[in-house]
Protein backbone atom coordinates (compact mmCIF):
# COMPACT_ATOMS: atom_id res chain seq x y z
CA UNK A 1 0.00 0.00 0.00
CA UNK A 2 2.85 2.31 0.93
CA UNK A 3 4.42 1.47 -2.50
CA UNK A 4 1.01 2.31 -4.70
CA UNK A 5 0.81 5.46 -2.13
CA UNK A 6 4.76 6.22 -3.14
CA UNK A 7 4.20 5.00 -7.04
CA UNK A 8 1.10 7.46 -7.37
CA UNK A 9 3.15 10.69 -5.88
CA UNK A 10 5.63 10.31 -7.95
CA UNK A 11 3.72 9.68 -10.99
CA UNK A 12 1.64 13.35 -9.79
CA UNK A 13 5.36 14.68 -9.35
CA UNK A 14 6.04 13.63 -13.20
CA UNK A 15 2.82 14.82 -14.75
CA UNK A 16 3.16 18.33 -12.34
CA UNK A 17 6.71 18.58 -14.54
CA UNK A 18 5.15 17.46 -17.80
CA UNK A 19 2.49 19.98 -17.71
CA UNK A 20 2.30 22.82 -19.80
CA UNK A 21 2.19 26.31 -18.56
CA UNK A 22 -0.70 28.04 -20.38
CA UNK A 23 0.27 30.76 -22.46
CA UNK A 24 -2.71 33.18 -22.00
CA UNK A 25 -3.28 36.49 -23.71
CA UNK A 26 -3.07 39.82 -20.59
CA UNK A 27 -5.63 42.36 -20.87
CA UNK A 28 -5.40 45.59 -19.56
CA UNK A 29 -8.57 45.32 -17.72
CA UNK A 30 -9.80 44.56 -14.31
CA UNK A 31 -13.17 44.00 -13.09
CA UNK A 32 -15.97 42.50 -10.98
CA UNK A 33 -17.37 38.76 -12.04
CA UNK A 34 -20.91 38.10 -12.34
CA UNK A 35 -24.07 39.35 -14.14
CA UNK A 36 -25.72 39.05 -16.99
CA UNK A 37 -25.60 41.16 -20.35
CA UNK A 38 -28.42 42.01 -22.35
CA UNK A 39 -28.71 42.59 -25.83
CA UNK A 40 -31.95 42.47 -29.11
CA UNK A 41 -31.86 40.91 -32.23
CA UNK A 42 -34.97 41.16 -34.60
CA UNK A 43 -33.68 37.17 -35.99
CA UNK A 44 -32.62 34.13 -34.20
CA UNK A 45 -29.68 32.71 -35.91
CA UNK A 46 -30.35 30.58 -38.78
CA UNK A 47 -27.63 28.40 -38.55
CA UNK A 48 -24.42 27.69 -36.03
CA UNK A 49 -22.26 26.47 -39.11
CA UNK A 50 -19.89 28.61 -40.06
CA UNK A 51 -19.65 27.36 -43.23
CA UNK A 52 -23.57 27.91 -43.61
CA UNK A 53 -24.09 31.41 -42.04
CA UNK A 54 -24.27 34.13 -44.60
CA UNK A 55 -26.34 36.26 -42.85
CA UNK A 56 -25.42 38.58 -39.62
CA UNK A 57 -28.03 37.18 -37.33
CA UNK A 58 -26.09 33.79 -37.52
CA UNK A 59 -22.47 34.89 -37.18
CA UNK A 60 -23.12 37.03 -34.56
CA UNK A 61 -24.09 34.09 -32.69
CA UNK A 62 -21.67 31.96 -33.60
CA UNK A 63 -18.42 34.60 -33.43
CA UNK A 64 -18.92 34.03 -29.64
CA UNK A 65 -18.02 30.76 -29.47
CA UNK A 66 -15.33 30.40 -32.64
CA UNK A 67 -12.13 32.75 -32.40
CA UNK A 68 -9.36 32.97 -34.93
CA UNK A 69 -5.44 33.08 -35.22
CA UNK A 70 -4.95 36.70 -35.79
CA UNK A 71 -6.29 39.37 -32.91
CA UNK A 72 -8.05 42.81 -34.16
CA UNK A 73 -8.14 45.77 -32.14
CA UNK A 74 -11.39 48.22 -32.46
CA UNK A 75 -10.43 49.84 -35.16
CA UNK A 76 -9.79 46.24 -37.04
CA UNK A 77 -5.75 46.54 -37.00
CA UNK A 78 -3.54 43.48 -36.33
CA UNK A 79 -2.88 44.04 -32.63
CA UNK A 80 -1.18 40.51 -32.23
CA UNK A 81 -2.35 36.77 -31.74
CA UNK A 82 -5.29 35.48 -30.65
CA UNK A 83 -4.84 31.41 -30.58
CA UNK A 84 -1.53 31.98 -32.26
CA UNK A 85 1.16 33.27 -30.15
CA UNK A 86 3.01 34.56 -32.88
CA UNK A 87 3.86 33.66 -36.88
CA UNK A 88 6.41 34.12 -39.89
CA UNK A 89 5.72 35.54 -43.19
CA UNK A 90 8.12 34.67 -45.41
CA UNK A 91 10.03 37.30 -47.59
CA UNK A 92 8.08 36.31 -51.00
CA UNK A 93 4.23 36.81 -49.22
CA UNK A 94 3.75 32.84 -49.73
CA UNK A 95 3.86 31.12 -47.07
CA UNK A 96 2.94 31.38 -42.90
CA UNK A 97 4.23 29.94 -40.51
CA UNK A 98 1.85 30.06 -36.89
CA UNK A 99 3.01 29.13 -33.35
CA UNK A 100 -0.25 27.97 -31.72
CA UNK A 101 -0.32 28.73 -28.16
CA UNK A 102 0.26 26.29 -25.33
CA UNK A 103 -2.08 24.48 -22.82
CA UNK A 104 -5.08 26.08 -23.88
CA UNK A 105 -8.23 24.16 -23.58
CA UNK A 106 -11.78 23.87 -25.79
CA UNK A 107 -14.32 24.95 -23.84
CA UNK A 108 -15.60 21.16 -22.97
CA UNK A 109 -11.69 20.51 -21.47
CA UNK A 110 -10.43 19.14 -24.36
CA UNK A 111 -6.82 20.37 -24.79
CA UNK A 112 -6.50 22.86 -27.90
CA UNK A 113 -3.60 22.44 -30.22
CA UNK A 114 -2.33 22.69 -33.78
CA UNK A 115 -3.90 19.90 -34.91
CA UNK A 116 -7.05 22.20 -34.72
CA UNK A 117 -5.87 24.56 -36.85
CA UNK A 118 -4.81 21.65 -39.35
CA UNK A 119 -7.58 20.08 -39.35
CA UNK A 120 -10.00 23.54 -39.98
CA UNK A 121 -7.63 24.29 -42.87
CA UNK A 122 -7.03 21.35 -44.33
CA UNK A 123 -10.34 19.07 -44.13
CA UNK A 124 -12.24 22.45 -43.97
CA UNK A 125 -11.05 25.76 -45.22
CA UNK A 126 -9.37 24.96 -48.30
CA UNK A 127 -12.23 22.58 -48.95
CA UNK A 128 -14.24 23.79 -51.20
CA UNK A 129 -16.84 21.36 -50.97
CA UNK A 130 -17.10 22.12 -47.20
CA UNK A 131 -16.06 25.97 -46.66
CA UNK A 132 -18.83 28.09 -47.76
CA UNK A 133 -17.99 31.76 -48.81
CA UNK A 134 -14.50 31.46 -46.52
CA UNK A 135 -13.27 29.39 -49.69
CA UNK A 136 -13.58 32.81 -51.70
CA UNK A 137 -11.08 34.85 -48.78
CA UNK A 138 -8.46 32.61 -48.70
CA UNK A 139 -7.61 30.98 -51.85
CA UNK A 140 -5.49 32.82 -54.84
CA UNK A 141 -6.32 34.59 -57.98
CA UNK A 142 -6.59 31.19 -59.77
CA UNK A 143 -9.28 29.80 -57.05
CA UNK A 144 -6.49 27.51 -55.49
CA UNK A 145 -6.28 27.30 -52.23
CA UNK A 146 -3.12 26.89 -49.78
CA UNK A 147 -1.36 24.07 -48.80
CA UNK A 148 -1.28 22.95 -45.01
CA UNK A 149 1.46 21.39 -42.81
CA UNK A 150 1.38 20.21 -39.40
CA UNK A 151 5.07 20.72 -38.53
CA UNK A 152 4.37 19.82 -34.73
CA UNK A 153 2.04 19.77 -31.89
CA UNK A 154 1.85 23.43 -31.67
CA UNK A 155 3.24 24.54 -35.25
CA UNK A 156 1.39 25.05 -38.81
CA UNK A 157 2.61 26.04 -41.77
CA UNK A 158 -0.03 27.42 -44.58
CA UNK A 159 1.45 28.25 -47.80
CA UNK A 160 0.40 29.35 -51.01
CA UNK A 161 1.59 28.79 -54.92
CA UNK A 162 2.48 32.51 -55.68
CA UNK A 163 2.26 35.49 -53.32
CA UNK A 164 -0.90 36.17 -51.57
CA UNK A 165 -1.43 40.06 -51.02
CA UNK A 166 -4.24 39.82 -48.37
CA UNK A 167 -2.28 37.32 -46.26
CA UNK A 168 -2.37 37.39 -42.62
CA UNK A 169 -5.42 39.43 -41.98
CA UNK A 170 -7.39 36.92 -44.13
CA UNK A 171 -5.68 33.63 -43.58
CA UNK A 172 -5.43 34.53 -39.61
CA UNK A 173 -9.11 35.44 -39.47
CA UNK A 174 -11.05 32.23 -40.67
CA UNK A 175 -12.42 29.92 -37.85
CA UNK A 176 -10.69 27.65 -35.96
CA UNK A 177 -12.88 24.11 -35.41
CA UNK A 178 -12.39 21.55 -32.57
CA UNK A 179 -10.91 17.97 -34.71
CA UNK A 180 -12.31 16.21 -31.81
CA UNK A 181 -16.18 17.19 -32.05
CA UNK A 182 -16.01 17.41 -35.86
CA UNK A 183 -13.53 15.33 -37.50
CA UNK A 184 -16.29 12.59 -37.83
CA UNK A 185 -18.97 14.23 -39.48
CA UNK A 186 -16.42 15.87 -42.29
CA UNK A 187 -15.20 12.41 -42.68
CA UNK A 188 -18.36 10.82 -43.29
CA UNK A 189 -19.54 14.13 -45.38
CA UNK A 190 -22.08 15.34 -42.79
CA UNK A 191 -20.11 18.56 -41.97
CA UNK A 192 -22.75 20.95 -42.95
CA UNK A 193 -25.32 19.19 -41.48
CA UNK A 194 -23.99 19.78 -38.15
CA UNK A 195 -24.22 22.63 -35.89
CA UNK A 196 -27.66 23.23 -36.91
CA UNK A 197 -29.79 25.46 -34.22
CA UNK A 198 -31.08 22.34 -32.73
CA UNK A 199 -27.25 21.10 -31.66
CA UNK A 200 -26.72 23.66 -29.02
CA UNK A 201 -25.76 20.63 -26.91
CA UNK A 202 -23.02 19.52 -29.43
CA UNK A 203 -21.41 23.63 -29.65
CA UNK A 204 -17.53 23.75 -28.57
CA UNK A 205 -15.64 26.44 -29.13
CA UNK A 206 -12.53 28.73 -27.80
CA UNK A 207 -14.28 31.94 -27.64
CA UNK A 208 -15.49 33.91 -24.78
CA UNK A 209 -19.03 32.57 -24.77
CA UNK A 210 -20.62 29.63 -25.32
CA UNK A 211 -24.77 29.19 -26.45
CA UNK A 212 -26.67 27.39 -24.15
CA UNK A 213 -30.43 27.93 -25.23
CA UNK A 214 -32.06 28.95 -28.11
CA UNK A 215 -36.11 29.75 -28.03
CA UNK A 216 -36.61 30.91 -31.45
CA UNK A 217 -38.74 34.08 -31.46
CA UNK A 218 -37.85 34.64 -27.61
CA UNK A 219 -33.96 34.68 -26.81
CA UNK A 220 -30.80 33.41 -26.96
CA UNK A 221 -28.36 32.63 -24.27
CA UNK A 222 -24.73 32.20 -23.84
CA UNK A 223 -23.09 31.30 -20.91
CA UNK A 224 -19.17 32.28 -19.86
CA UNK A 225 -16.59 29.97 -21.15
CA UNK A 226 -14.45 28.28 -18.17
CA UNK A 227 -11.73 27.60 -20.42
CA UNK A 228 -10.88 31.06 -22.36
CA UNK A 229 -7.94 31.78 -22.79
CA UNK A 230 -7.86 35.57 -21.61
CA UNK A 231 -6.82 36.78 -18.04
CA UNK A 232 -7.02 40.21 -16.53
CA UNK A 233 -3.73 42.42 -15.70
CA UNK A 234 -4.08 40.72 -12.47
CA UNK A 235 -4.67 36.97 -13.45
CA UNK A 236 -8.06 36.40 -13.61
CA UNK A 237 -10.02 34.65 -16.01
CA UNK A 238 -11.90 36.30 -18.37
CA UNK A 239 -14.70 36.55 -18.76
CA UNK A 240 -16.02 38.89 -16.35
CA UNK A 241 -19.89 38.02 -17.16
CA UNK A 242 -21.84 35.25 -16.19
CA UNK A 243 -24.54 35.09 -18.94
CA UNK A 244 -25.51 37.17 -22.31
CA UNK A 245 -28.90 37.01 -23.19
CA UNK A 246 -30.65 37.88 -26.49
CA UNK A 247 -34.05 39.19 -26.50
CA UNK A 248 -35.39 38.68 -29.82
CA UNK A 249 -37.99 41.19 -30.88
CA UNK A 250 -39.96 42.45 -33.78
CA UNK A 251 -38.53 45.54 -34.76
CA UNK A 252 -35.99 47.88 -33.47
CA UNK A 253 -39.18 50.25 -32.44
CA UNK A 254 -40.06 47.43 -29.74
CA UNK A 255 -35.82 47.21 -29.26
CA UNK A 256 -35.72 50.78 -28.50
CA UNK A 257 -38.23 50.53 -25.61
CA UNK A 258 -36.75 47.39 -24.27
CA UNK A 259 -33.63 49.58 -23.59
CA UNK A 260 -35.83 52.70 -22.46
CA UNK A 261 -37.17 50.07 -19.67
CA UNK A 262 -33.73 49.15 -18.88
CA UNK A 263 -34.54 45.37 -20.28
CA UNK A 264 -31.84 45.50 -22.45
CA UNK A 265 -28.37 47.03 -21.93
CA UNK A 266 -27.38 48.29 -25.20
CA UNK A 267 -28.66 49.53 -28.12
CA UNK A 268 -27.66 51.03 -31.69
CA UNK A 269 -29.70 54.02 -32.11
CA UNK A 270 -31.16 55.17 -35.39
CA UNK A 271 -30.12 58.60 -36.03
CA UNK A 272 -33.68 60.26 -35.90
CA UNK A 273 -33.89 58.88 -31.83
CA UNK A 274 -30.08 60.25 -31.17
CA UNK A 275 -31.09 63.81 -30.33
CA UNK A 276 -33.56 61.93 -27.92
CA UNK A 277 -31.29 59.95 -26.29
CA UNK A 278 -28.89 61.52 -25.86
CA UNK A 279 -30.91 64.53 -24.19
CA UNK A 280 -32.20 61.16 -21.83
CA UNK A 281 -28.72 60.37 -20.94
CA UNK A 282 -28.06 62.09 -18.06
CA UNK A 283 -31.30 60.98 -16.28
CA UNK A 284 -31.57 57.67 -17.51
CA UNK A 285 -27.62 56.86 -16.45
CA UNK A 286 -26.40 56.00 -20.38
CA UNK A 287 -23.80 56.59 -22.54
CA UNK A 288 -24.46 57.86 -25.64
CA UNK A 289 -22.23 58.99 -28.27
CA UNK A 290 -20.87 58.36 -31.78
CA UNK A 291 -17.76 57.52 -34.06
CA UNK A 292 -16.73 57.86 -37.59
CA UNK A 293 -18.74 56.20 -40.52
CA UNK A 294 -19.27 52.34 -40.54
CA UNK A 295 -17.44 49.85 -43.03
CA UNK A 296 -20.92 48.25 -43.65
CA UNK A 297 -23.59 49.53 -46.41
CA UNK A 298 -26.92 49.82 -47.11
CA UNK A 299 -28.51 49.42 -51.24
CA UNK A 300 -30.92 48.54 -53.10
CA UNK A 301 -29.95 45.55 -56.06
CA UNK A 302 -31.87 44.15 -58.87
CA UNK A 303 -31.70 40.37 -59.62
CA UNK A 304 -29.92 39.58 -62.71
CA UNK A 305 -31.62 36.16 -62.56
CA UNK A 306 -35.07 36.74 -61.69
CA UNK A 307 -37.37 34.39 -63.21
CA UNK A 308 -39.58 36.68 -65.22
CA UNK A 309 -37.19 37.45 -68.40
CA UNK A 310 -38.43 41.26 -69.12
CA UNK A 311 -37.49 42.26 -66.03
CA UNK A 312 -34.23 40.13 -66.24
CA UNK A 313 -34.18 42.27 -69.04
CA UNK A 314 -34.84 45.82 -67.36
CA UNK A 315 -32.13 44.71 -64.49
CA UNK A 316 -29.48 44.00 -66.96
CA UNK A 317 -29.56 47.83 -68.35
CA UNK A 318 -27.00 49.98 -66.88
CA UNK A 319 -29.24 52.62 -67.37
CA UNK A 320 -32.01 51.50 -65.26
CA UNK A 321 -29.87 51.37 -62.99
CA UNK A 322 -28.38 54.31 -63.20
CA UNK A 323 -31.78 56.31 -63.32
CA UNK A 324 -32.60 54.74 -59.95
CA UNK A 325 -29.03 55.84 -58.78
CA UNK A 326 -30.39 59.29 -59.69
CA UNK A 327 -33.71 58.93 -58.19
CA UNK A 328 -32.34 58.13 -54.88
CA UNK A 329 -32.39 61.63 -53.11
CA UNK A 330 -29.69 60.69 -50.39
CA UNK A 331 -29.28 63.79 -48.59
CA UNK A 332 -33.39 63.89 -47.74
CA UNK A 333 -32.87 60.38 -46.20
CA UNK A 334 -29.70 61.53 -44.30
CA UNK A 335 -31.96 64.81 -43.07
CA UNK A 336 -34.82 62.97 -42.67
CA UNK A 337 -33.83 59.28 -41.66
CA UNK A 338 -29.93 60.00 -40.62
CA UNK A 339 -30.43 63.09 -38.40
CA UNK A 340 -27.67 64.52 -40.76
CA UNK A 341 -25.24 61.81 -38.82
CA UNK A 342 -24.50 60.29 -42.38
CA UNK A 343 -23.45 60.26 -45.44
CA UNK A 344 -24.27 59.59 -49.37
CA UNK A 345 -22.39 56.61 -50.80
CA UNK A 346 -22.05 56.01 -54.67
CA UNK A 347 -19.36 52.51 -54.21
CA UNK A 348 -18.85 49.50 -52.33
CA UNK A 349 -15.67 50.81 -49.84
CA UNK A 350 -16.60 52.67 -47.09
CA UNK A 351 -14.74 56.35 -46.71
CA UNK A 352 -13.29 54.99 -43.75
CA UNK A 353 -11.02 52.16 -44.85
CA UNK A 354 -7.69 53.39 -46.37
CA UNK A 355 -8.61 52.21 -49.73
CA UNK A 356 -11.54 53.95 -50.10
CA UNK A 357 -10.88 56.05 -53.74
CA UNK A 358 -11.10 59.75 -52.34
CA UNK A 359 -12.49 61.34 -55.75
CA UNK A 360 -15.20 58.97 -56.20
CA UNK A 361 -18.25 61.27 -55.19
CA UNK A 362 -17.04 63.79 -57.03
CA UNK A 363 -16.18 62.02 -60.61
CA UNK A 364 -18.62 59.38 -60.03
CA UNK A 365 -21.29 60.07 -57.85
CA UNK A 366 -25.19 60.47 -58.95
CA UNK A 367 -26.80 63.61 -57.16
CA UNK A 368 -30.35 63.55 -56.55
CA UNK A 369 -31.76 64.27 -60.46
CA UNK A 370 -34.95 63.05 -61.72
CA UNK A 371 -34.28 65.16 -64.64
CA UNK A 372 -31.10 63.05 -65.27
CA UNK A 373 -32.73 59.53 -64.09
CA UNK A 374 -35.32 60.31 -67.09
CA UNK A 375 -32.37 60.76 -69.46
CA UNK A 376 -30.85 57.77 -68.60
CA UNK A 377 -34.11 56.03 -68.95
CA UNK A 378 -34.56 57.27 -72.64
CA UNK A 379 -30.89 56.38 -73.41
CA UNK A 380 -31.89 52.62 -71.96
CA UNK A 381 -34.47 52.38 -74.02
CA UNK A 382 -37.49 53.60 -72.28
CA UNK A 383 -40.26 55.70 -72.97
CA UNK A 384 -43.89 56.63 -70.87
CA UNK A 385 -47.25 56.11 -72.04
CA UNK A 386 -49.74 58.70 -71.99
CA UNK A 387 -50.82 57.69 -68.70
CA UNK A 388 -47.40 58.56 -67.40
CA UNK A 389 -46.12 54.44 -66.71
CA UNK A 390 -42.82 54.30 -67.51
CA UNK A 391 -42.76 51.30 -70.24
CA UNK A 392 -39.69 49.68 -72.29
CA UNK A 393 -39.49 49.28 -75.74
CA UNK A 394 -41.91 46.37 -75.96
CA UNK A 395 -44.27 48.41 -74.41
CA UNK A 396 -44.11 46.45 -71.10
CA UNK A 397 -45.05 48.39 -68.24
CA UNK A 398 -41.87 48.45 -65.21
CA UNK A 399 -43.85 47.09 -62.06
CA UNK A 400 -41.53 45.25 -59.98
CA UNK A 401 -41.28 44.25 -56.03
CA UNK A 402 -39.23 45.87 -53.56
CA UNK A 403 -38.32 43.74 -50.36
CA UNK A 404 -36.18 44.44 -46.98
CA UNK A 405 -35.99 42.26 -43.55
CA UNK A 406 -39.24 43.03 -41.97
CA UNK A 407 -38.47 44.71 -38.73
CA UNK A 408 -35.43 46.81 -39.45
CA UNK A 409 -37.31 50.05 -39.60
CA UNK A 410 -34.69 51.80 -41.28
CA UNK A 411 -34.79 50.21 -44.03
CA UNK A 412 -38.64 49.47 -44.39
CA UNK A 413 -38.08 53.66 -44.77
CA UNK A 414 -35.63 53.69 -47.25
CA UNK A 415 -38.10 51.52 -48.95
CA UNK A 416 -40.74 53.48 -48.87
CA UNK A 417 -39.02 56.93 -49.89
CA UNK A 418 -37.35 54.62 -52.84
CA UNK A 419 -41.32 53.74 -53.64
CA UNK A 420 -42.60 57.26 -53.82
CA UNK A 421 -39.12 58.23 -55.81
CA UNK A 422 -39.85 55.67 -58.23
CA UNK A 423 -43.04 56.36 -58.85
CA UNK A 424 -42.66 59.66 -59.91
CA UNK A 425 -40.66 58.12 -63.10
CA UNK A 426 -43.51 56.39 -63.31
CA UNK A 427 -42.41 52.94 -62.08
CA UNK A 428 -44.66 51.26 -60.07
CA UNK A 429 -43.14 49.22 -57.08
CA UNK A 430 -44.53 46.99 -54.46
CA UNK A 431 -42.95 46.81 -51.10
CA UNK A 432 -43.09 43.55 -49.52
CA UNK A 433 -40.91 43.00 -46.58
CA UNK A 434 -40.20 39.54 -44.96
CA UNK A 435 -38.70 37.81 -42.46
CA UNK A 436 -34.85 38.27 -42.46
CA UNK A 437 -33.47 34.75 -42.55
CA UNK A 438 -36.59 34.19 -45.18
CA UNK A 439 -35.29 36.95 -47.27
CA UNK A 440 -31.30 35.84 -47.01
CA UNK A 441 -32.87 32.24 -48.61
CA UNK A 442 -34.33 33.86 -51.56
CA UNK A 443 -31.46 36.12 -52.24
CA UNK A 444 -28.57 33.21 -51.72
CA UNK A 445 -31.16 30.11 -52.40
CA UNK A 446 -34.03 30.30 -54.73
CA UNK A 447 -33.41 33.19 -56.39
CA UNK A 448 -37.37 34.22 -56.14
CA UNK A 449 -36.64 37.59 -55.94
CA UNK A 450 -36.88 40.88 -57.86
CA UNK A 451 -35.21 43.87 -55.82
CA UNK A 452 -34.25 44.28 -52.46
CA UNK A 453 -32.69 46.93 -49.95
CA UNK A 454 -30.46 45.60 -47.77
CA UNK A 455 -26.69 45.77 -46.42
CA UNK A 456 -23.50 43.70 -45.95
CA UNK A 457 -21.35 44.11 -43.58
CA UNK A 458 -17.52 45.84 -44.76
CA UNK A 459 -14.04 46.04 -43.92
CA UNK A 460 -10.47 47.61 -43.91
CA UNK A 461 -9.03 45.83 -46.85
CA UNK A 462 -11.56 45.15 -49.94
CA UNK A 463 -10.64 41.53 -50.34
CA UNK A 464 -13.22 40.64 -47.60
CA UNK A 465 -15.55 41.24 -50.56
CA UNK A 466 -14.38 38.23 -52.89
CA UNK A 467 -17.07 36.47 -51.71
CA UNK A 468 -19.25 39.12 -53.01
CA UNK A 469 -17.18 40.57 -56.20
CA UNK A 470 -16.21 37.63 -57.97
CA UNK A 471 -18.38 35.83 -60.57
CA UNK A 472 -17.80 32.90 -58.32
CA UNK A 473 -18.78 34.78 -55.05
CA UNK A 474 -20.95 33.00 -52.84
CA UNK A 475 -22.75 36.15 -52.24
CA UNK A 476 -22.90 37.42 -55.87
CA UNK A 477 -26.53 37.27 -55.01
CA UNK A 478 -27.56 40.03 -58.08
CA UNK A 479 -25.50 37.72 -60.42
CA UNK A 480 -24.55 34.37 -59.68
CA UNK A 481 -23.32 32.24 -61.52
CA UNK A 482 -24.64 28.81 -63.11
CA UNK A 483 -21.94 26.65 -61.10
CA UNK A 484 -22.85 28.88 -57.88
CA UNK A 485 -26.36 28.41 -57.84
CA UNK A 486 -28.52 25.93 -59.14
CA UNK A 487 -31.46 27.81 -59.88
CA UNK A 488 -29.23 30.23 -62.35
CA UNK A 489 -30.50 28.90 -66.37
CA UNK A 490 -27.07 28.42 -67.90
CA UNK A 491 -29.00 29.17 -70.96
CA UNK A 492 -29.51 32.50 -70.01
CA UNK A 493 -27.00 33.85 -67.78
CA UNK A 494 -25.29 37.02 -68.70
CA UNK A 495 -21.96 38.88 -67.86
CA UNK A 496 -21.23 42.35 -69.36
CA UNK A 497 -17.56 42.86 -69.69
CA UNK A 498 -17.43 45.28 -66.37
CA UNK A 499 -18.55 42.87 -64.64
CA UNK A 500 -15.89 40.23 -66.03
CA UNK A 501 -13.21 43.13 -64.93
CA UNK A 502 -13.89 43.56 -61.66
CA UNK A 503 -13.43 39.41 -61.08
CA UNK A 504 -10.22 40.20 -62.71
CA UNK A 505 -9.23 42.99 -60.20
CA UNK A 506 -10.26 40.84 -57.49
CA UNK A 507 -7.81 37.60 -58.80
CA UNK A 508 -4.94 39.85 -59.59
CA UNK A 509 -5.02 41.96 -56.17
CA UNK A 510 -4.38 38.78 -54.58
CA UNK A 511 -1.16 38.57 -56.02
CA UNK A 512 0.08 41.79 -56.34
CA UNK A 513 2.20 42.68 -53.26
CA UNK A 514 3.53 46.39 -54.13
CA UNK A 515 0.93 48.31 -51.63
CA UNK A 516 0.59 50.88 -54.46
CA UNK A 517 -0.57 49.20 -57.40
CA UNK A 518 -2.82 46.79 -55.32
CA UNK A 519 -4.42 50.20 -54.07
CA UNK A 520 -4.79 51.52 -57.88
CA UNK A 521 -6.47 47.70 -58.26
CA UNK A 522 -9.08 48.76 -55.73
CA UNK A 523 -9.79 52.45 -57.26
CA UNK A 524 -10.17 50.78 -60.36
CA UNK A 525 -12.77 48.50 -59.14
CA UNK A 526 -14.59 51.32 -57.04
CA UNK A 527 -14.83 53.49 -60.39
CA UNK A 528 -15.74 50.57 -62.51
CA UNK A 529 -18.99 49.67 -59.68
CA UNK A 530 -19.82 53.75 -58.93
CA UNK A 531 -20.26 53.52 -63.10
CA UNK A 532 -22.24 50.58 -63.34
CA UNK A 533 -24.15 50.82 -60.25
CA UNK A 534 -24.50 46.71 -60.22
CA UNK A 535 -25.57 47.92 -56.49
CA UNK A 536 -27.10 51.22 -55.96
CA UNK A 537 -25.07 52.61 -52.51
CA UNK A 538 -27.43 54.88 -50.61
CA UNK A 539 -26.29 56.38 -47.43
CA UNK A 540 -23.59 55.47 -44.38
CA UNK A 541 -24.27 55.76 -41.19
CA UNK A 542 -21.83 57.11 -38.93
CA UNK A 543 -21.59 54.71 -35.98
CA UNK A 544 -23.74 55.39 -32.64
CA UNK A 545 -23.97 53.89 -29.92
CA UNK A 546 -25.65 53.94 -26.30
CA UNK A 547 -25.32 51.50 -22.79
CA UNK A 548 -25.99 51.69 -20.09
CA UNK A 549 -23.73 53.21 -17.08
CA UNK A 550 -24.01 49.94 -15.33
CA UNK A 551 -21.65 49.01 -17.82
CA UNK A 552 -17.50 49.06 -17.46
CA UNK A 553 -14.91 48.52 -20.26
CA UNK A 554 -16.78 48.95 -22.94
CA UNK A 555 -14.91 50.75 -25.69
CA UNK A 556 -17.01 51.12 -28.71
CA UNK A 557 -15.56 51.86 -32.45
CA UNK A 558 -17.16 52.16 -35.81
CA UNK A 559 -15.34 48.71 -36.73
CA UNK A 560 -15.87 46.63 -33.88
CA UNK A 561 -18.87 47.68 -32.31
CA UNK A 562 -19.88 47.60 -28.71
CA UNK A 563 -18.95 44.25 -28.47
CA UNK A 564 -15.40 43.66 -29.70
CA UNK A 565 -13.90 43.31 -26.35
CA UNK A 566 -16.87 41.99 -24.61
CA UNK A 567 -14.94 39.50 -22.61
CA UNK A 568 -13.59 42.48 -20.36
CA UNK A 569 -17.05 44.12 -20.15
CA UNK A 570 -18.49 43.79 -16.40
CA UNK A 571 -22.25 44.66 -14.81
CA UNK A 572 -22.69 46.98 -11.83
Known amino acids: MRKLVVLSLFLLAV ?336 AASPFYYPNLEDEYGFPYSLTMAKRELIEGGFSWDAEGNLIDSEGNKVEFILTTNAGNNVRETISNILVESLGKLGMKVTFTPIQFNTLVQKLVGTGDWEAVVIGLTGGVDPHGGSNVWRLDGGLHFWNYSPEVNENVDPNDYYVADWEKRIDEIFRKQVTEMDPQKRLELFWEFQKIAAENQPIVYLIQQLYMFAYSNKLHNVDPAAWGGMLWNAYAIWKE
Open 15 to 350: LAVLAVEPEYIVEPYTGRYGGTLFLSTTAGPKTLNPANAQETSSTNIIGWFLEQLVDFDKNGGIRGGQLAKSWEVSEDGRSYIFHIRKGLKWSDGHPFTAEDVYFSFAKIWTNPDNAGDTYDVITDDEGNPPTVELIDEYTVKITYNKPFAPGLRYVGSVDILPKHVLEEAVDNGTWLETWTVADIDKIVGMGPFIITEYTEGVRIVLERNPNYYRVDKEGNKLPYLDKIVYLIVPDLNAARLKFEAGEIDMYGPRAEEFPDLKEMADEKGWIVDFDGPTFGTQFVAFNYNTPDPVKRKWFRNVHFRRAVAYAVDRETINETLYNGLGTPQYGPVS
